[in-house]
């Protein structure tokens, strides 16, 4: 059902209150001083102008942190420990990448903080550093694959070279892919209230709670009665998120040094210091007989990773998981550069992999003459071949088809510059798009109570994506009540387990542990009913019974009701509680590959002269699952198809190689789109109902908004101008 987010009014209306505007007593603001020397060691912290500034009480440094337990030992990126050294603010003397904080100056305003900011004098002895990927990526080494999730390439079938260099028709593409940095709106901070008994109260803007406390109280030594971390407002994250951020780790640490309140908030400069998508560079090979059917697939990736950490993400599996080629060989490593550790970004590895081989596929369509749906047709997996498996559900052939039908596709002219309206040239693209369905565990607890409201608790996040609309309505659909009878809590540690909000696992996971417990809350008020004296319940089954209105009815007989607060009173109760702990049916799903798919047919409008892109129309048909909420999945979607546009026309992070610095660090220079940029999007849910991937039938709508739009953009661009362009962002320098 499509349904308004319930918090959208408190959020317009700046009610809501994200982690850096809850008020405490006494606060004291901490700024982050950062270092512009990419790799280096610090011999000297002069701090002594910045304690002078009058309201500053303190600036914290390697030299006089408090003590800290081993990161290394606790961090915990997502549900695994990671591959390496996650970075630890204020630890050493030692500088790994530019932007790295060397102190934290603590005043009583944000104002003087700021200002004395400014003043600490931080000598920092540079090192040689590199930064530049495409200069060592041919050294580069495989991954330590130890973090869950991910997945090494699968092994090759067949020999995908010979079979190359013997296939009529080759493509053969290079690709690169700059750095993104995460923006969204809120910017990383938290707010640590230390109450009383020494007890902290973190506001904190993370993807999970239960993660950042965990963390915070296995790093500072606390027990973990003395922490809660609370998220209820997430101004967006797109991944950001998943990992506590040093903002955190900071304002805990300045909060238990100086036994006061801190809140820590970075600079929209600063959002560029802590973590991006990685820089990549790829390289497809497809071998094809003439009728389209593909022969050889190689498809290779080298993802740049920090000297600390190697962080994966899967990027080239998809390729061979899309498309049935007799032969395939996947590779995929990593180049160490002096940048802070890359993070997850909407759909990562997808992003860039998927890119790839959409591009690579359009370009053997061109050589082909063929039509670019046809192609993928052609060789269409209804099998995942990666690993032997059969999908859960994969209505990708019924995406391209309605997507193409609203799109108007079959009018298309095959030539490239064949369409042109004034001074523009008009251009036609497609792509695919995927990205798997993920199942985590959670716990949610439910109360029913005596003035019929229904309490339903867990500590799932938010992170903008309607949470808690959604599970407001999975939970009053079960159990038959009005939305306004039923309260979701989510953001609070102390709340039931759950996961962070991440892999768009949100639904999945959350939703059918909602649905779970709202299940169990049934069953005991059919048992609790049957019990009843002369019950007309008596002898029926539980499936017998059906809930409606607030109210449990006879399904064969549907005048025999009771209301549930009656059943209460009857039994003397004042509240009902369950408790459900959803754990994903992995037996029956290790039999299976659970996907989500896309097809995304694009519009573009290019001036040649100025080499500038208009993606005037975009139809992206999804199908991933039973849609929960028509609304905010749609709007998910939505806001994929824009970050798609601005990856393919404006986004990128540039470092200056010399400075071992990424450069554009604000919205003047890092771009990305605006409401004039964004023209036609028409979102299209497709029929899936996945028991497999979860009890709802739900699979998830987060990521894969994004996958395959910046190939659609590309080979509509190719369509329109003839040229291919093998790099994002297409600018107009590549365009003209
Ligand atoms: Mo997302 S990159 O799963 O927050």
């Known amino acids: 059902m499509p349904l308004p987010r319930l918090d959208g009014p408190a959020k317009v209306t700046g009610r809501a209150r994200y982690a850096a505007e809850h008020p405490a007593g006494d606060l004291l603001y901490g700024v982050i001083v950062d270092t512009p020397v990419a790799r280096g060691r610090i011999e000297r912290i002069d701090v002594r102008r910045a304690m002078a500034v009058p309201g500053v009480v303190e600036v914290i440094t390697h030299e006089n942190r408090p003590r800290m337990r081993s990161l290394d030992l606790f961090y915990k990126d997502m549900t695994a420990p990671v591959t390496g050294s996650p970075f630890k603010p204020l630890h050493d003397d030692q500088v790994h990448c530019s932007g790295q904080p060397v102190a934290l100056v603590v005043a009583t305003s944000f104002e003087a903080a700021r200002h004395a900011a400014t003043l600490v004098e931080a000598q920092v002895a540079a090192e040689p550093h590199q930064t530049d990927l495409m200069a060592v990526r041919g050294e580069a080494r495989e991954p330590s694959p130890l973090r869950a999730g991910f997945k090494p390439p699968p092994k090759p079938r067949g020999d995908a070279e010979a079979a190359y260099a013997q296939a009529p028709v080759q493509v053969d593409a290079e690709f690169h892919h700059g750095a993104e940095h995460h923006n969204p709106m809120e910017l990383h901070g938290s707010t640590v209230i230390y109450g009383r008994n020494r007890h902290l109260t973190v506001h904190d803007k993370t993807q999970g709670s239960q993660n950042v406390r965990w963390v915070l109280s296995r790093v500072f030594g606390l027990p973990k009665s003395r922490v809660t971390v609370k998220n209820e407002f997430v101004g967006g994250a797109f991944g950001s998120g998943l990992r506590p951020q040093p903002t955190v780790l900071l304002a805990t640490m300045a909060a238990l040094k100086l036994e006061r309140s801190v809140r820590v908030v970075l600079t929209r400069q600063q959002m560029f210091n802590f973590g991006h998508r990685p820089e990549s560079w790829q390289r497809v090979k497809l071998g094809a007989a003439p009728d ?224 779970g417990v709202c299940e169990r809350l049934q ?214």
Not at 366 to 390: F, G, I, S, T, W
Not at 616 to 635: D, F, L
Not at 706 to 721: E, F, K, Q, S
């Open 292 to 515: 389209g059917q593909l022969l050889a697939l190689t498809h290779d990736a080298v993802g740049a990773t920090s000297r600390k950490e190697d962080y994966v993400e899967v990027v080239v599996n998809w390729s061979s998981q899309l498309y049935r080629s007799e032969a395939a060989r996947l590779g995929y490593q990593l180049s160490e550069l002096d940048h802070y550790s890359p993070m997850d970004m909407r759909a990562p590895g997808a992003a860039h992999g998927v890119h790839a081989i959409e591009v690579a596929m359009d370009e053997l369509a061109h050589r082909l003459q063929m039509d670019p749906v046809a192609l993928r047709l052609k060789n269409y997996a209804d099998h995942d071949y990666n690993e032997d498996l059969p999908f859960s559900s994969k209505e990708l052939r019924a995406c391209y088809q309605q997507a193409a039908e609203r799109f108007g596709w079959e009018g298309r002219p095959p030539a490239p510059r064949s369409m042109r309206q004034g001074r523009e040239l008009v251009g036609w693209g497609m792509a695919s798009g995927t990205w798997d369905a993920m199942q985590m565990f959670a716990r949610v607890h439910a109360l029913l109570r005596a003035d019929g409201k229904l309490v339903l608790r867990t500590a799932a996040s938010d992170i903008g994506t309607g949470t808690l609309t959604v599970m407001t309505q999975i939970g009053a659909a079960a159990m038959g009540m009005a939305m306004e009878d039923v309260r979701f809590e989510l953001g609070d540690s102390n709340l039931p387990v759950a996961p962070i909000e991440g892999g768009s696992s949100h639904v999945a996971t959350i939703g059918s542990a909602v649905q």
């Open 523 to 736: 069953h005991k008020l059919w048992e609790l009913a049957r019990k009843q004296p002369q019950s007309p319940f008596a002898t029926c089954r539980f499936h017998d019974v059906g809930f409606a209105q607030g109210f449990m009815f006879l399904r064969f007989e549907r005048d025999v009701t009771v209301r549930l607060t009656d059943i209460l009173a009857a039994a003397g109760l004042k509240e009902l509680e369950e408790k459900y702990l959803m754990l994903p049916a992995v037996l029956k799903q290790k039999k299976y590959t659970r996907a989500v798919h896309s097809a995304v047919f694009c519009e573009v409008k290019v001036d040649e002269d100025f080499g500038t892109v208009r993606v005037t129309r975009i139809v992206s048909a999804i199908a991933a699952g039973r849609i929960m909420n028509r609304q905010t999945a749609r709007s998910q979607i939505i806001g994929g198809v824009v970050w798609g546009i601005s990856q393919a026309l404006h986004e990128e992070t540039q470092a200056d190689h010399r400075l071992g610095r990424f450069m554009n660090r604000d919205f003047a220079q890092y771009h990305v789109p605006v409401n004039a940029d964004i023209h036609d999007i028409d979102v299209i849910f497709v029929e899936e109902n996945d028991r497999i991937a979860s009890r709802l039938g739900a699979k998830g709508v987060g990521e894969i908004g994004l996958v395959g739009v910046a190939a659609a953009v590309c080979n509509a661009i190719h369509h329109a101008t003839g040229r291919r362009i093998y790099s994002l962002p297409m600018t107009p320098d590549k365009v003209m």
